[in-house]
């Protein structure tokens, strides 16, 4: 899977980004259809925020934001929502193509 991250009005550690690569092998690891994913860290005043985006076949995005007082607490939060939204879809977008095309 190809990793993007990128980094704005901050600066981050070479363990962060240790960190941010071992979330995205253990997210893509839980969607064997990953293709990609971006991770953009922010800094907003003292609010850290992470964004993380998994691209999928199908077209298929999931987004997940975290706020925190550090960048590795705003990770995990992004993880976590991430992890959900993959436990919740368990291919069920696959299914509803399936089941919408017209049998001959």
């Known amino acids: 899977m190809k990793t993007t991250i990128s980094v704005r009005h901050t600066e981050i550690t070479d363990d962060l980004r240790e960190r ?3 979330v995205l ?4 690891s839980q969607s064997p ?11 907003d ?3 850290h925020q992470v964004e993380i985006r998994l691209h999928a076949r199908g077209g ?3 987004i997940g934001t975290g706020e925190g007082p550090d960048h590795r607490t705003a990770l995990d939060r992004a993880e976590d929502k991430v ?5 919740r879809d368990g291919g ?10 017209p049998r001959p």
């Open 45 to 47: 005043g003292l609010n």
């Open 25 to 28: 092998e253990r997210l893509g």
């Open 83 to 87: 992890r959900r939204q993959l436990e």
């Open 92 to 101: 069920g977008a696959r299914r509803a193509r399936r089941a919408a095309k």
């Open 20 to 22: 941010t690569n071992d």
């Open 33 to 43: 259809h990953a293709l990609d994913a971006t991770v953009v860290f922010d800094l």
């Open 60 to 62: 298929q995005i999931l």
